[in-house]
């Protein structure tokens, strides 16, 4: 979405009030998690639904098969 907004990393972090080495790791999808207002200040300033910019992606560690993490 970046790309097709023409915008870089660096502005983004700026609009959305973020830090820039956060937009890089969301970017590489090295988060397990986001807060719903970044989600949201990053769709408005791309001008998109979460759907756009999410994927999910099932965990198979070794320890999803219950989903508590724990053992």
Known sequence: MLA???????ELAQRIGI???NVSLLKSGKVKG????????ICEALDC??????EYRPDHG???EDGSGEG
């Open 49 to 54: 639904q979460p759907g756009d910019i999410l």
């Open 19 to 21: 830090a820039e080495p």
């Open 62 to 64: 070794p320890d999803a």
């Open 34 to 41: 986001i807060r719903f207002d970044t989600l949201a200040r």
């Open 4 to 10: 097709r907004r023409k915008m870089r990393s660096k």
